[in-house]
């Protein structure tokens, strides 16, 4: 009964969907208010359904009604009940259920917080929304219902997949699908900018914290994801270059370069077409992440159970959200005035540089993504494009973004001086070149990778606080302390400043981890002493353990830093009762200089098993650095001007323009008192 | 006269960059693709050597020796044509089972044993990998063929 009511509720949201779809959108072109306001209603019904289909399905799952299918397939009374609730996400059509609702929070939010912008923009926002709600939610009722009757009723659920029972999981999936729906909302944004025809820089800043929110999420949902890998799949490996991998890195990429671009568009107003294009390529890709994952087309843990239908669909909604959008977009945006002219030397170009790099890097993971799939489609032979490909490419494109950005939020807007810039910094660039060469030392023989990516790191970190010091520093007509200073400074500039310097932990991590990990598969028996990465490893015993829903070999290895007891870890061998492949569960001890990382592979005889022993230097710094950037994003989304300019925007358009280039984060604007409520 | 000098260079320099990107990801794709290859294929000799390929299909019954030291495996890969020998060292993946479906990443070393750098099985219980499945029906093919044309003669 309780699933036939979700399903019911899930017809009903996509009903009205189709109204939040249709009605705003033509109360903007008519300028009719009451079809206008439709909108908002709309959106808040479409989340009160999605929220019933969702707790319909979870209540299935808690109490293992196992006459549904996707819980029977999906669930087993045994399983914990943390896992029990996450297992909703832990199929096709459940995980597809709570995009759908993620997409519902997502219109109901845009409905709340954008109650100051003009009637017909957010009418149209929400309509565009609702078209994609549309997309989606017909997909879920027509291809992928979770609510499919089984009967008879099965006596036992065939079980969450034991790879899917971690913590891990129960995270990864909301993060991600947070940002790639969040997407959503920038596509709209633009797509509501091109039919009004109001490019400007006004658009610009309200899309602006919703872009950086999903940007926020979809970095954190990468890297949860990325973290999880690592430990659970237990080859010690955290990016793979798989299909899948590359599908949400796509749209990250993208993504990125839509967020710097955005701030062209709004301190200056140029770069608005490119903007546009940008917010529609970014959704694109989020639409071919789903479908690559969804339609079967790929083998790996993500790819769900294979149905053409399903793949046909998305590809089919895919091509529509292009070429509509692209049609949109050709007929509309010639009109666009360009924005303010600008200089080979300034923030402008360097954003630029980072906009081309980005998509360039983008297009480089989509041809290395997209090819084999297509000779298969096509019958031309069986290719793979494996990790050195992406690591060929990747290395001289992120070399030049990276060395930019010590440069980027230094550069003035419009027009600066190379040589000044250049000699101010050099203090820095000697001091990241000298860190460069002696650093990986430390660590091990250097490498040129790991001195690169020591450079790289300090380098950034270096301009970051030199150009914050810069900033703060004291000026002879206003004596404010320090604090009022560096509050005057702005969200938006210290999330711009953490998430680069989450940057610059994540290139030394991963250039350290690359150059300086030790990877040994190993014969281990009862006893005996293994080195590695300057750690002894000693099994000291083989032991039965049970755990709620499965049995496992566990092995006891000590851990000795040169002779010293360090810790004691606990690998497993899992079986678990209702599947039939064993399971290895990784230990780990963490630190922040390395991680140390033993896994068990196969068992030889009584007293021995072959075991993966690493030491993996530096992984933290990765996982830190992503953080770092997440924080950084929605620090920036929660920037003051956001909230206060939205009320004067619906009027002087031109003027924010001007008002844009004395933004907090603009080096223009520091001998002047920052204007409060400019517009 | 000065501005447009200048945005020639500029237009100039976009144009090399953009060149230069473009010569080095096609370069880069190029040397990095890795084609797949059956056991057939590696008995007819037509697979280089000293070029990473791919090499699919079942892992053949009774053939996986571990050796001495515990770590290194052989075992024989078979498209149920022709079987090739296969050396790796390292810890195999759960599900690998003798007559069950395996792909695996390395180069055919001149005494024609394929040393594999990486192993991978099927990760769930219905699961073939498509490449070894692929293996086995271009050699079920073949032998059809090899079959039939004797009686059409």
Do not use: C
């Not at chain 1, 079809?35 to 808690?62: D, E, H, I, K, N």
């Not at chain 1, 996450?86 to 995009?99: C, F, K």
């Not at chain 1, 360009?338 to 480089?364: I, K, P």
């Amino acid at each position: 009964m309780i699933a036939e009511v979700g399903f019911f509720a899930l017809i009903l949201a996509l009903i009205l969907a189709l109204v939040q779809g249709t009605l705003p959108l033509l109360g903007a072109a008519r300028g009719d208010v009451a079809l206008m306001s439709v909108g908002r209603s709309a959106a808040y019904g479409q989340l009160a359904f999605l929220t019933v289909a969702y707790a319909a399905l979870t209540w299935a799952f808690v109490t293992d009604d196992f006459s549904v299918a996707y819980v029977a397939s999906h669930s087993n009374s045994l399983l914990p009940l943390q896992y029990k609730i996450s297992g909703v996400w832990g199929g096709h059509e459940g995980s597809l259920l709570l995009w759908v609702l993620i997409l519902g929070f997502w219109s109901a939010a845009v409905a709340t917080f954008s109650r100051s912008l003009p009637r017909e923009v957010l009418a149209r926002v929400l309509g565009v929304m609702g078209l994609v709600a549309v997309g989606f939610l017909s997909f879920t009722v027509f291809t992928s219902s979770p609510f499919e009757r089984l009967l008879p009723a099965a006596i036992e659920g065939r079980d969450l997949n034991p790879m899917l029972q971690d913590p891990g999981l129960i995270f990864h999936p909301p993060m991600l699908y947070m940002g790639y729906v969040g997407f959503a909302v920038a596509f709209s944004f633009a797509i509501a900018a091109l039919i009004g025809g109001r490019l400007d820089a006004a658009w610009a800043r309200w899309s602006r914290p919703w872009t950086a929110v999903a940007w926020a999420f979809l970095t954190l949902g990468i890297g949860l994801g990325s973290w999880w890998a690592y430990y659970v799949l237990g080859w010690g490996g955290w990016w793979f270059w798989d299909p899948v991998e590359n599908a949400s890195f796509m749209p990250w990429l993208l993504g990125t370069a839509l967020l710097h671009s955005l701030a062209v568009t709004e301190k200056r107003g140029s770069f608005k077409n490119w903007t546009v294009m940008l917010a529609i390529l970014t959704f694109s890709l989020v639409i071919l992440a789903a479908f690559l994952v969804r339609s079967g087309v790929l083998t790996s843990v993500h790819a769900f159970a294979v149905d053409p239908d399903r793949g046909l669909y998305l590809l089919a909604f895919l091509g529509v959200v292009v070429t509509a959008s692209l049609l949109l977009f050709a007929w509309r945006a010639g009109s666009v005035g360009l924005g303010g002219r600008f200089s080979l030397v300034s923030r402008e170009s360097a954003l630029l540089s980072n906009n081309v790099l980005l998509a360039v890097a983008g297009a480089a993971v989509l041809l290395g993504t997209i090819y084999p799939l297509l000779l298969d489609a096509f019958n031309l032979g069986k290719i793979s494009v494996g990790p050195p490909y992406f690591e060929a490419v990747f290395m001289p494109l992120m070399l030049p973004l990276l060395l930019l950005l010590g440069f980027g939020p230094r550069l003035r807007w419009k027009q600066d001086n190379a040589t000044e810039l250049l000699w101010r910094l050099r203090w820095i660039f000697a001091f990241s070149f000298v860190v460069g060469m002696i650093w990986p030392v430390f660590v091990g023989q250097w490498s040129f990778l790991a001195g690169l990516g020591a450079f790289l790191g300090v380098w950034i970190i270096g301009t970051s606080l030199h150009d914050l010091a810069y900033r703060v520093r004291p000026r002879s007509e206003s004596r404010q302390p320090l604090t009022t200073r560096l509050r005057r400074l702005g969200r938006s500039y210290a999330g711009m400043q953490i998430a680069h310097v989450g940057v610059a932990l994540a290139v030394i991590g991963i250039t350290f981890v690359i150059g300086y990990d030790d990877e040994r598969d190993v014969r281990m028996a009862h006893g005996e002493v293994i080195e590695v990465g300057g750690y002894q490893f000693r099994l000291d015993s083989l032991d039965r353990v049970d755990g709620p829903n499965f049995v496992a070999d566990q092995a006891t290895v000590s851990v000795f830093d040169d002779g010293q007891p360090l810790t004691t870890l606990y690998p497993q061998m899992r079986e678990y009762f209702s599947q039939e492949q064993p399971m290895a569960h990784t230990s780990l001890h963490r630190g922040l200089f390395r991680d140390l990382y033993v896994n068990m592979g196969e068992q030889l005889s009584a007293d021995a098993w072959v075991m993966r022993v690493y030491y993996k230097p530096y992984m933290n710094w990765v996982w830190t650095g992503v953080v770092l950037m997440g924080i950084g994003g929605f620090l920036a989304a929660s920037d003051r001007r956001y909230r206060r300019r939205a009320q004067h925007d619906d009027q002087g358009l031109l003027a924010a323009d001007d008002a844009g280039t004395a933004g907090p984060d603009v080096p223009g604007d520091r001998e002047q008192p920052r204007p409060t409520g400019a517009g | 006269m000065k501005t447009r000098q200048k945005r020639l260079m500029l237009v100039g320099f976009g144009l090399a960059a953009l060149l230069a990107i473009t010569a080095l990801v096609l370069n880069a794709f190029s040397d990095n693709l890795v084609f797949f290859h059956t056991p057939s294929e590696i008995a007819s000799n037509s697979v280089p050597l000293e070029r990473t390929f791919r090499l699919g299909g079942l892992v053949e019954d009774n053939s996986v020796r571990r050796g001495e030291d515990g770590v290194t495996v052989h075992f024989k890969v078979t498209d149920t044509a022709k079987a090739v020998p296969v050396i790796y060292s390292g810890v195999l993946p759960n599900l690998f089972r003798e007559g069950q479906g395996v792909v695996t990443v390395g180069q055919l070393q001149e005494d024609g044993v394929f040393r594999a750098t990486q192993v991978m099985a099927r990760h769930d219980e219905e699961y073939m990998p498509p490449e070894a499945a692929e293996a086995i029906k271009q050699a079920q093919r073949e032998r059809a063929r090899t079959v039939e044309r004797p009686e059409g003669l």
